[in-house]
């Protein structure tokens, strides 16, 4: 029993032992597991947390990119649209072909803007070529092949801001950027205007913006081409970023943030753009990432370096049974990093608030106290204390809204009210704030709902306030530009079209009138071309104040380019309600005016107004179409008299448009080539012999063939067309002379000319040049038809005209002779020297004594003025003995040959006999 109890008792000792050491094994190696575990846990927390270091820098970084994008991108809207309202007066005086007028305008942009900010203007015509430019030019410059000038020929002229990618100018021989727009004239693309800019003036712009070495700011064009860079900017001019970056996705939003290396350097950075609204334009901000992360990366490596050197050192020291001390140096060591941490992240967040120059503010909802930064009370000429002492400390909410402008308030509540309803994840209000020294302060407040209680309700939000004193400023002085005449203060087209849609809606809702009255001036270019436009400009300034004075506050008197003027009348209970006013407005243009004049002289001005009128709802329905009704009836009052006023007539207006198209088909027949002359022989009936051929018109119309001049001339009678016609068939006629001369035949023309070609004022001249556009054709070969029947009004002018023509070599027929009323005065006054007998008297000859009776008596008037007869219609062998036996040997007509190609003349003229009886006579 002793032996096997005090076995017993060994075993148990060694058993207990064997326990208290395993115990300690296992509480080694649980001590060892744990603290593996807990250093494995820690250094995951530590990794963890520098992630969100570096992820909230990177997020601060892309809303600091975003803002500053956004921020560039409204200088650039708001310089774009100075530059627009500054092209459109430059483009709607060219128009008018007021060139002078172009020119003080183009001296007052390049004076507005700072010197080399704007490189020159520019007036494209219809060809390509520069036809005005504020540089000078070595030679002609052509543009016509350059992507603005096609747009605009494709589209007929569009009225469309085009800005251009950077090219090298031409004419100024540099990088530019164009900014077009299109210039018509009578409905048609007539050219273009543009303004052009130095990238370098873009690229000062972005300079001021980065922060830091590696920080970029770029202009793009919407298909990526960079327009300027604030940096190497020789180096990217023509080159496009990479075309699969989010901001040129079909898709992308109008700003954002992305993250990427640099297409030129390869460099990372973050960066924000901002899309502009209505411009073909991206600004992006590209903030260097390196930078942005390198004080980040510092203070994460200094704390791993610390924190592996306090591991080791805690490990060594702390192996065993101090699990509890390491825990809490653990606990200690990530508070001391955190708060480290922290006042890193801080004083980042302070850098880049004090680059931004914002103040900022902390909200305490429930209590309403607000913690504003140095900044915020610099704004409004505070300091922070003398500011708490101003609404009292702490600074609540309700003691601030006394500053803000009461009629901002109301918008900043419901701003603010939607954030707390969670309507809207950012405050963004702009305010109106009462400074110190008692003027208003335009403020940008955005800020963001940043903690919320467990039921949902607000309890934190955190912003910044912006001055945006400057910008605004900046707006009100474009918005005058763009909606103001510079020489008159008058509201230009834009703001008149604004009113007129206003006007409209009204009219609409009150069930009354509308009056529009186009006003052009009578005589005004003969007091530029007398005096110069610096005294028609001071002309126009006082009629302009003068018209004014005469309209009630409610209307409104707009100047829409050179002389002509818009007087909008609203509120009318009858349309006819605005005749006293149009009466008034005559009598202030007509009045006389006293101008001082270069050299301290003084003179007396006197023009008048013709104006039309329109009505709505009666005359149209929208504002583009009242005001072409209002101009074609201001012509009908210049055509009328001037000095007067003309209501527009829609019967009258849709047979002018009618006339207006037919006019529009026969010029693109001219453009064409669509028209040919034939040509009738004149002969000596009893000889045989070919004395010349008349030229006659003819439209070789693509549908309907062949068409006589009687089925379109008269449509062009009183239209500019006629001249550039009838210039073209004294052309063709002698190119036809000519080539009748190189076959061996000789045959002169004679060419039909009508009244309002002849009493042109350089017809003479003209007429010479085309003389000598064909050396080899004689003078004398050309003859000159003039009806009797046109309304020469100046008897003695036009005999003098062709008195100098004659003097050229060219002779005169009177066509239609007998026709009119004045015959006689005709044959006295007027230089003849054939008088051409109308077929209305021959055709019914044979048959009618009277008619005998008259041709015999032409024959002896022409005789008794020594001039040669040539009857016209001859159509039968018995006209022509009739004719014979009276003394009058020369004729025309289809007895003796239709009119006919020119190519078939000659061929007629080897085989044509004339009748025996002729002959025999």
Not at 508 to 532: C, E, M, P, T, W
Not at 585 to 600: F, N
Request: glycine share 6%.
């Amino acid at each position: 029993m002793h032996f096997t109890e005090k076995t017993d008792r060994k075993q148990k000792i060694g058993s207990n032992e064997m326990k208290s050491a395993y115990r300690l094994r296992l509480l080694a190696y649980l001590l060892t597991v744990f603290m593996v575990a807990m250093s494995a846990f820690y250094w995951w927390r530590l990794s963890a947390g520098h992630d969100r270091v570096r992820n909230n820098a990177i997020e601060t970084a892309s809303k600091r990119a975003s803002q500053l994008a956004e921020v560039q991108g409204h200088h650039v809207e708001a310089l774009l649209l100075a530059i627009d309202s500054s092209l459109r007066q430059f483009r709607d005086t060219l128009q008018t072909d007021n060139k002078p007028g172009a020119e003080l305008i183009a001296r007052n942009v390049l004076h507005m803007y700072p010197r080399g900010s704007i490189v020159h203007l520019a007036r494209i015509n219809v060809k390509g070529f520069m036809q005005y430019t504020t540089v000078k030019l070595s030679k002609p410059v052509y543009v016509g092949d350059r992507d603005y000038f096609q747009f605009y020929q494709q589209y007929n002229g569009k009225d469309q801001l085009f800005i251009n990618k950077p090219i090298f100018s031409r004419s100024a021989h540099q990088w530019v950027i164009l900014i077009t727009r299109p210039i018509k004239k009578n409905g048609r693309f007539d050219g273009a205007a543009f303004i052009s800019l130095p990238p370098q003036y873009f690229a000062s712009m972005l300079d001021k913006l980065a922060m830091e070495h590696g920080d970029v700011s770029t202009i793009l064009h919407e298909d990526g081409t960079y327009i300027a860079r604030n940096r190497d900017l020789d180096e990217i001019l023509g080159k496009t970023i990479y075309l699969d970056r989010p901001l040129l996705q079909p898709d992308a939003p109008r700003h954002g943030v992305f993250r990427a290396p640099g297409s030129a350097d390869k460099l990372a950075r973050i960066y924000g753009w901002y899309k502009l609204n209505g411009y073909p334009l991206i600004v992006t901000v590209g903030l260097d990432e390196k930078a942005i992360l390198a004080p980040v990366e510092q203070d994460i490596q200094t704390q791993i370096i610390r924190s592996m050197v306090g591991n080791a050192f805690m490990l060594a020291l702390s192996l065993g049974l101090s699990l509890l001390l390491i825990r809490a140096s653990q606990q200690q060591s990530a508070l001391e990093f955190s708060e480290n941490l922290f006042r890193n992240q801080s004083q980042r967040l302070e850098h880049v608030i004090w680059g931004t120059d914002v103040g900022t503010w902390e909200w305490t909802i429930p209590e309403d106290e607000i913690v504003v930064n140095d900044r915020y009370a610099e704004m409004l000429g505070y300091t922070h204390d003398e500011l708490s002492q101003l609404v009292g400390s702490p600074i609540r909410g309700r003691t601030m809204n006394q500053l803000v402008d009461p009629e901002c308030l109301g918008i900043a509540k419901e701003k603010m009210e939607r954030c707390f309803r969670r309507d809207a994840d950012i405050y963004d209000c702009e305010l109106r704030m009462r400074h110190r020294d008692g003027h208003w302060v335009w403020v940008l407040s955005r800020g963001k709902i940043v903690e919320w209680t467990d039921n949902g309700a607000p309890l934190r939000m955190s912003g910044t306030n912006q001055d945006i004193s400057a910008r605004k400023r900046s707006e009100e002085k474009l918005q005058y530009i763009a909606h103001y005449d510079l020489l008159t203060d008058l509201p230009n087209r834009v703001m008149l079209a604004d009113r007129m849609q206003r006007a409209i809606a009204q009219s609409q809702r009150r069930n009354n009138s509308v009056a529009v009255a186009y006003i052009d001036l009578d005589g005004f270019k003969q007091v530029n071309d007398l005096h110069g436009h610096d005294i028609g400009d001071q002309l126009l300034i006082l009629l302009a104040k003068r018209m004014q004075t005469t309209m009630r506050e409610v209307d409104t008197l707009a100047r829409i380019g050179g002389d002509e003027f818009v007087a909008l009348f609203v509120d009318l209970e009858n349309p006819q309600d605005c005749e006293p006013a149009l009466v008034r407005l005559l009598e202030a243009a007509s009045d006389q005016v006293r101008l001082a004049l270069p050299g301290g002289e003084e003179t007396v001005m006197q023009v008048s107004a013709s104006i039309g009128v329109t009505v709505y709802p009666q005359d149209g329905g929208d504002p583009d179409l009242l005001l072409r009704h209002a101009d074609q009836a201001m012509y009908t009052a210049k055509q009328t008299g001037k000095n007067r006023y003309h209501l527009f007539d829609i019967d009258q207006a849709t047979s002018l448009a009618a006339q207006f198209e037919s006019i529009e088909r026969l010029r693109r027949a001219f453009e064409n080539r669509e028209f040919a002359l034939y040509y009738q022989p004149k002969i000596h009936m009893k000889t045989g012999e070919l004395v010349g051929a008349e030229a006659l018109i003819r439209w070789l119309h693509p549908l309907r063939g062949v068409l006589l001049p009687a089925t379109f001339l008269p449509i062009i009678e009183n239209h500019a067309l006629s001249i550039e016609l009838g210039d073209w068939v004294i052309d063709t006629a002698l190119a036809q002379i000519a080539a009748w001369q190189k076959q061996g035949v000789n045959i002169p023309v004679s060419v039909n000319i009508g009244a309002r070609q002849l009493q042109h004022p350089n017809f003479a001249t003209r007429l010479a040049e085309l003389l000598a556009n064909h050396p080899t054709v004689h003078p004398s070969s050309l003859e000159l038809e003039i009806l009797e029947t046109s309304a020469l009004e100046d008897m003695a002018h036009i005999s003098k005209l062709m008195d100098v023509c004659r003097d050229i070599g060219v002779r005169f027929a009177l066509d239609d002779f007998g026709t009119g009323y004045s015959s006689l005065t005709y044959l006295k006054q007027l230089p003849i020297d054939v008088l051409k007998i109308d077929r209305t008297f021959v055709h019914d000859m044979p048959d009618s004594a009277d008619n005998t009776a008259i041709v015999n008596g032409m024959i002896s008037l022409a005789q008794a003025f020594k001039q040669t007869v040539v009857a016209e219609g001859v159509e039968t062998i018995a006209q022509g003995s009739l004719l014979l036996s009276m003394g009058c040997e020369l004729a025309q007509g289809y007895a003796i040959a239709y009119p006919m190609p020119p190519d078939e003349l000659p061929k007629w003229l080897a085989q044509w006999r004339p009748d025996v009886v002729w002959t025999k006579s």
